[in-house]
């Protein structure tokens, strides 16, 4: 079983950035494809990002529009999101997880497993 810790959420401005860190244990995530999500208030939970085990292949939410860039390092059992030009509307919890699957184009939260508990990203405008 992996245990996921997310980290790096605050306040910032229109146009700033963040980035968020996910932190893997109790076993390697190497041979799991990773995630991030994000769920506001109301609202259903929300692909945002998809990095393959190897990081040769990446997958984005359409709203994302090249403001983010989700890479990992497996060495250190983590997974990051660099976020940019944020937006008013990108205020969410942001969670990561792992899934099986074998492509980053499958977006279904249900396909993912091992949800951490999320860190909270508010953009102010």
């Known amino acids: 079983q992996v245990q996921l810790v997310e980290s790096g959420g605050g306040l910032v401005q229109t146009g700033g950035s963040l980035r968020l860190s996910c932190a893997a244990s109790?076993?390697?995530?190497?041979?799991?494809?990773m995630g991030w999500f994000r769920q506001a208030p109301g609202k259903e939970r929300e692909f945002v990002a998809a990095i393959s085990r190897s990081a040769s292949s990446t997958y984005y939410g359409d709203f994302v529009t090249g403001r983010f860039t989700i890479s990992r390092d497996n060495a250190k059992n983590a997974v990051y999101l660099q976020m940019t030009s944020l937006k008013a509307e990108d205020t969410a919890v942001y969670y990561c997880?792992?899934?099986?699957?074998?492509?980053?184009?499958?977006?279904?939260?249900?396909?993912?497993?091992?949800w951490g508990r999320g860190t909270q990203v508010s953009v102010s405008s």
């Open positions: 109790g076993r390697s995530i190497s041979t799991l494809q």
């Open positions: 997880a792992t899934s099986t699957t074998v492509s980053v184009t499958y977006t279904s939260p249900s396909l993912y497993s091992n």
